[in-house]
């Protein structure tokens, strides 16, 4: 064989660069237990296999071909195309003898034959014009317009040179494949058989090239379909460093060309207290090149067996992808019967402003995808959607929203339906002044089995002018004005539980802000700048009260931080308006380092001329006097990142929320770390104290191998969240990966502590093949 570098057994000698090799017995032990034959074909997102080998073709000419010495195309490179393979071949050699008695061309030394974008080099080639047989030897090699590459010692091809005999093939193909064979016949100008066929993607040990490769398929034949860029293999073997693991009478897989064919996947095997032993098989069909399906059945023994699909499609002005499954819910908690989920979305452009969507997403239960170990939420939303879009200047949505909540302590009489739902909004740029103007405008129904039902007429206008003075001060002036419209049935129901039933209200807010900031700047000389920036806003408007016979849909939750302690309004949302007259004072440094780096820090609070009940209490605000709010981000190098956030009582600086980050990377490692401490509050859902730690770890330990682990801590409980581990190995044709992770639940309803989900992973993946993988749940 010619080239040993395109062969992965035949002749060692060469690789796309030798690797050590000493750590192939320990690895080869530790897989040796999981290999099985490789999945006959991959889904879109797997990665190629196979062979691949373009017709060569030619028509003879009518005299001797010499032509003038030229550089031939690059392959891959633009050429001109003649009609395709019935274009002149031309070639150039150190000589060229034509015998006219046998009327045949013989070119010899250096000989580089080119048609279009396909390149033949040999020692010799000869072409006999009555036959029509040319015949090239020594040194063979066919280079393709796809990059990849064959070689032969020897090769005969026949009329326009599609079909021919090559001795001693070997070659290099996409994705680092390579194929060896002892011959190989072409037909048809798309289908090449082997005989004696080694194939691999690995490259060669550096202390021994002559060694097998980490991994190889054998087989007494094959074929290379080129049409379909498929790969089929009789009497196939995989070895694993020589040894022969396994053997299969048949096997496919496409070509390392082929973006995506249909076929059978990964199976996945496993077990689970719900399912007990499971198998899962899932088929991949590339229904055309738009659109593609994955049904994944699964058999158990303790289910009656259950399917799981994903399909996507793309259209010209869009695209749609939807998951989903069906199976049986006896056994899992308080469940009977049968079960199904579907995850749906998609999008279309209707024209250069407007484009429509949906968001489709329902489940049985939160058990049933829990049991059949599908990702589960505690709440699922769906809408329907129009918007548009005119620059950075307007927008406008009109939508219809509904949600289910799969957690066991929902009520599902309390889960609104949203119908219609409006907004837009419009910015004017900036104006004479330098100042900014936009406005708003909403509206929306909302509607409830067992609650308030809510619809809602809202606008605001905003308007900000900044201003620098000559000494550096920032003035900026602040307005905003909202006006509501609201009738509400049922408002002593969830989720507002007022004294009243039925309201029809119609109300304003005005808020007037005056913003002074003064950033000062020195310059610390080798080692950077220094800021300090007091900063100091007088917010001012009419008392809104407590605000208890208004519905209060999208302010249910509220947190008071630094991010918002100079909004003129700090609720989420418009149904909830803060009123009254306050003061907002904050002192902010920073330390700014020559290499980018930076150490910031903010703390402040507000004091208010009343107090305003519509603060719930715990919540930092319900006094005149707030809690203290800051932060601290220390970022002195690129390697490491601090960041803490907290709220602290205002009167004797306990800490009622605490929340921190960091990450620290060491070259080829990182290690990450966090805190989170609240207290209850009734400005929040939770009512229960948390506090928790999290962290994770992950590195490159060598060239191939990384590790990673994360862990999750409940310090109030005394109990873990969530921990795992990874260990991973990776070169340029194997992927061995191990990984395991356990979750914990606690429902609302009980006070069972268990194990929600485990999970023990296996995967050992053949690049351009396949790949295979365990489950332990």
């Not at 020897?154 to 001795?167: H, I, N, S, Y």
């Not at 190889?216 to 022969?244: F, M, N």
């Not at 490159?700 to 191998?705: A, L, N």
Request: with cysteine; hydrophobic share 35%.
């Amino acid at each position: 064989m010619r080239d040993a570098g395109a062969s992965p057994a035949g002749n060692r000698k060469a690789g796309r660069w030798p690797r050590p090799c000493g750590w192939r017995t320990a690895l080869l032990g530790s897989v040796a237990l999981l290999s099985v034959v490789a999945p006959a074909s991959r889904g879109v997102t797997q990665p190629a296999g196979g062979a691949s080998a373009q017709p060569i073709a030619a028509t003879p000419p009518a005299t001797p071909p010499v032509q003038p010495a030229a550089t031939p195309p690059a392959p891959g490179a633009a050429a001109p195309q003649q009609d395709g393979n019935n274009a002149p071949v031309t070639f150039t050699a150190e000589s060229v003898e034509y015998d006219r008695e046998r009327n045949l061309v013989t070119a010899s030394g250096a000989v580089e034959a080119w048609q279009n974008e396909r390149i033949l080099r040999a020692d010799r080639f000869t072409f006999d014009r009555n036959t029509g047989i040319a015949t090239a030897e020594g040194h063979v090699q066919l280079l393709q317009p796809d990059g990849q590459v064959l070689f032969a010692d020897r090769a005969e091809l026949t009329g326009d040179l599609r079909d021919g005999v090559l001795d001693g093939l070997s070659a290099r193909l996409a994705q680092n494949g390579r194929l060896v064979a002892n011959g190989a016949r072409r037909t048809g100008g798309s289908l090449l058989d082997l005989s004696r066929v080694l194939y691999s993607s690995c490259d060669l040990c550096a202390e021994d090239p002559t060694a097998p490769p980490l991994w190889e398929l054998r087989a007494r034949y094959a074929t290379h379909d080129q049409e379909e860029k498929r790969l089929r293999y009789r009497d196939a073997s995989l070895l694993l460093g020589g040894v022969p693991v396994l053997y299969t009478p048949y096997l496919s897989h496409p070509d390392p060309s082929a973006p995506r064919a249909s076929g059978f996947l990964t199976p996945t095997l496993g077990t689970s207290s719900f399912l007990g032993g499971f198998v899962q098989t899932p088929y991949y069909w590339a229904i055309d090149p738009s659109q593609d399906l994955i049904l994944s059945p699964t058999l158990s023994t303790k289910q009656d067996p259950g399917l799981g699909w994903a399909y996507r499609r793309r259209f010209n002005a869009g695209e749609i992808s939807a998951t989903g499954s069906f199976g049986q819910r006896d056994g899992a908690k308080d469940e009977e019967g049968w079960g199904a989920h579907i995850f749906s979305r998609g999008q279309f452009a209707l024209d250069e402003h407007w484009r429509t969507g949906f968001n489709f997403n329902r489940a049985s239960s939160e058990a049933y995808l829990r049991a059949w170990r599908y990702p589960s939420q505690r709440t699922l939303s769906s809408d329907i959607y129009a918007e548009g879009f005119w620059g950075a200047e307007g927008y406008a949505r009109i939508d219809a929203r509904g949600y289910q909540g799969l957690s066991e302590v929902d009520d599902t009489g309390q889960i609104p339906l949203v119908l219609p739902n409006l907004y837009s909004d419009y910015w004017w740029g900036r104006d004479r002044l330098g100042g900014y103007f936009t406005m708003d405008a909403s509206a929306f129904a909302l509607s409830r089995s067992e609650g308030t039902d809510t619809r809602r007429l809202a606008s605001r206008l905003r308007y900000e002018l900044p201003h620098v003075d000559r000494w550096g001060e920032i003035w900026t002036v602040r307005m905003q004005a909202d006006g509501m419209g609201y009738w509400a049935d049922d408002l002593d129901l969830a989720p507002n539980y007022a004294s009243q039933g039925s309201v029809e209200d119609a109300r304003g807010n005005v808020r007037l802000g005056l913003d002074w900031r003064l950033p000062m700047l020195r310059s610390a000389g080798e080692y950077g700048s220094q800021l300090i920036e007091p900063r100091v806003q007088v917010v001012t408007g009419p008392s809104m009260g407590r605000q208890t016979l208004i519905p209060n849909e999208d302010s249910l939750e509220f947190e008071f931080t630094d991010a918002n302690l100079f909004e003129l309004n700090r609720f989420p949302g418009r149904d909830r308006q803060e009123g009254g007259t306050r003061v907002d004072a904050a002192l902010r440094g920073a330390w700014f380092f020559p290499n980018g780096g930076q150490l910031e820090g903010l703390v402040g609070r507000s004091y208010r001329a009343s107090r305003e009940e519509v603060f719930e209490e715990g919540s930092g605000l319900e006094d005149k006097a707030s809690d203290w709010v800051g932060r601290v981000r220390l970022s002195p190098v690129p390697w490491l990142d601090l960041t803490a956030r907290t709220r602290l009582d205002k009167d004797g600086l306990t800490p009622r929320l605490v929340e921190t980050q960091g990450r620290v990377s060491f070259g080829r490692a990182s290690v990450s770390a966090s805190y989170l401490y609240t207290v209850p509050s009734a400005a929040l859902t939770t009512q229960q104290e948390r506090r928790e730690v999290s962290g994770s770890v992950s590195g490159q330990v060598t060239r191939y191998w990384r590790a990673g682990a994360f862990g999750r801590y409940d310090l109030e409980l005394n109990r873990a969240v969530a921990a795992g581990v990874s260990l991973t190995y990776e070169d340029e044709c194997l992927i061995f990966d191990t990984r395991f992770a356990r979750t914990y639940a606690d429902p609302t309803s009980t006070s069972s502590y268990y194990t929600s989900d485990t999970v023990l992973l296996f995967r050992l993946s053949f690049k351009t093949v396949g790949d295979f993988g365990f489950r332990a749940i």
